[in-house]
Each structure stands twice: as structure tokens, then as C-alpha cells.
């Protein structure tokens, strides 16, 4: 079968399970927020607005978005402002006191997910992707990045997860349970296939957990590869691709051409 492109994804991971993990704003809030807040919106930070207003950072089921309290304290009002220019305050505001946040606690989880180490422990790069025994373009993908992996410039993170087949758990419990996870992984890219068995509960735990991580995100294909970026304000960001990637987006996420 030809190993045709799927379709690529690319953005941050601020998806409906993260929302749902995301620690609540921690000071005492004024009571229109606070009715919000009972009534499931998460609240992240406040931020300066204008009019003596005051702005809240908020999620609900992935989606983000500002709270205007009004001066009086009494109302809020949920929505984008703008300026008599017809600029949009909002934006930039959930950018940084939404978004970046959540971005870093999302990084967080990968890095507590159970991967298996691709590459130099000490590479200067470090991309997460969700991998699939039984995926053709995962294959296909760890042979793209070995001119990177090899230079020692990209370390891989694969995320095992059992998504696409029946036995797909049986096999990545059986990649993760092995004595050397890391070189039955190469081997298994090589074309030595891998063979779903019973592994101890806790092996079989740590595939369920990666497919609740891949779920929670709301993704969708394997390989989905996770990688940081700086953005122009200076700050991290977390960029994502979902399948296997196009050679320019390739680039980009090893952040470098082949060396």
C-alpha cells in the first residue's frame, strides 16, 4: 500500500480534555465570575481592560474566551472587545493568559505520558509523537527523521498507543513491556513486525493512559508529533502536526534542514 500524506494539523493543543485539567484561577472571585465558574467555565487569570473593567481568562469545553466584569462589580459580560478603531482587544489577552498557560501544562503531560526515547537524551530538540504499531505513516516518519535523530540533533518521544486495529494495544503494551523498548521499536520500523501479547498490568495501564492522553487532546491520526516553537513576542509555544508531515513541515518540525 503507498504510503500517501494524511491530512496535517497544525496548531496547539488546547482541546476539550486539557480545558477540563487546567487549575482554576486561585483568588477569591467577584460574584458575577464566580456564578460563571459554578455554572462549569474554567477561570485562568485576569488581566487589565479598559473602562475600569476587569478581564477574566476562561475555557469550557475547549473553547476560550474573555469575561468583562463591569466596574460596579455587579455584571459581566462575556465576549471580544474593541476599540473605536475597531480593533480586537480580546485576542492577545487569551493568548497570554489562556492559551500560553495551558500550552505549558500540556507540554507537561506529554513529558509525563510513557514514551520511548528516539535519539541523544541530550538533543537539543525534543519532539513527542503518538505512535501506532500498526501505522504505516508512523514507519514511514521515524525512517524520515533519522538523518536529525542520528546527527544527535532530535530526540523522538514515542507515545505508544493501541488505536487502530484490535490488537494495536497488544502491540505497543508488547514495544513498552519489552526488555529494551527502544531497540524493539527500531527493529519493529525496520520491518521486524511485532507480535500484540500479555504484558503485567502495569504495562497494559500505561497504554490506556496514552490512548486517554491521545483522546483527551482531541486527536485524530497517528503519527500526531508535538514540538516547540518561539513565537515573536520571545515566548514558547507548542506546534503540533497531525500525520505524517509534508516535507516543508518536516523542516519545520526538526527545526533545521538535514544535516
Not at 500550552?103 to 541530550?122: M, P, R, V, Y
Not at 490506556?208 to 513576542?233: D, I, K, W
Not at 507548542?238 to 508531515?245: F, H, V
Request: hydrophobic share 40%.
Amino acid at each position: 500500500m503507498p504510503l500517501n500524506r494524511q491530512p496535517i494539523v497544525s496548531g496547539i493543543f488546547l482541546l476539550a480534555g486539557i480545558f477540563g485539567t487546567a487549575t482554576s484561577y486561585a483568588e477569591d472571585l467577584p460574584a458575577p465570575i464566580q456564578a460563571l465558574a459554578n455554572q462549569g467555565l474554567e477561570i485562568h487569570g485576569q488581566f487589565d481592560a479598559p473602562g475600569g473593567m476587569r478581564g477574566y481568562g476562561a475555557s469550557v469545553q475547549g473553547r476560550d474566551m474573555a469575561i468583562y466584569l463591569t466596574p460596579d462589580g455587579e455584571h459581566a459580560v462575556v465576549g471580544t472587545l474593541m476599540n473605536s478603531e475597531g480593533d480586537d482587544l480580546t485576542e492577545a489577552q487569551l493568548d497570554e493568559h489562556v492559551r500560553a498557560p495551558l500550552e505549558a501544562q500540556t507540554w507537561q503531560l506529554l513529558n509525563e505520558s510513557h514514551w520511548i526515547q528516539d535519539g541523544d537524551e541530550d538533543a537539543p530538540r525534543v519532539i513527542y509523537t503518538f505512535t501506532d504499531a500498526n501505522c504505516p505513516y508512523c514507519r514511514q516518519l521515524w525512517q524520515d527523521v533519522r538523518p536529525w535523530v542520528e546527527a544527535g540533533d532530535v530526540q523522538l518521544r514515542h507515545i505508544m498507543v493501541g488505536i487502530l486495529a484490535p490488537d494495536s494495544p497488544g502491540k505497543a503494551a508488547a514495544i513498552l513491556g519489552a526488555n529494551d523498548p527502544a531497540a524493539t521499536l527500531h527493529e519493529h520500523n525496520r520491518g521486524d513486525e511485532v507480535a500484540a501479547s500479555a504484558q503485567p498490568r502495569e504495562i497494559e495501564e500505561q497504554v490506556y493512559a496514552n490512548n486517554q492522553l491521545f483522546e483527551e487532546l482531541g486527536l485524530y491520526a497517528t503519527p500526531t508529533s508535538a514540538f516547540q516553537r518561539e513565537a515573536e513576542n520571545g515566548s514558547i509555544r507548542i506546534d503540533r502536526i497531525q500525520g505524517l508531515p509534508s516535507d516543508e513541515r518536516l523542516l519545520d518540525m526538526m527545526g533545521s534542514e538535514a544535516p
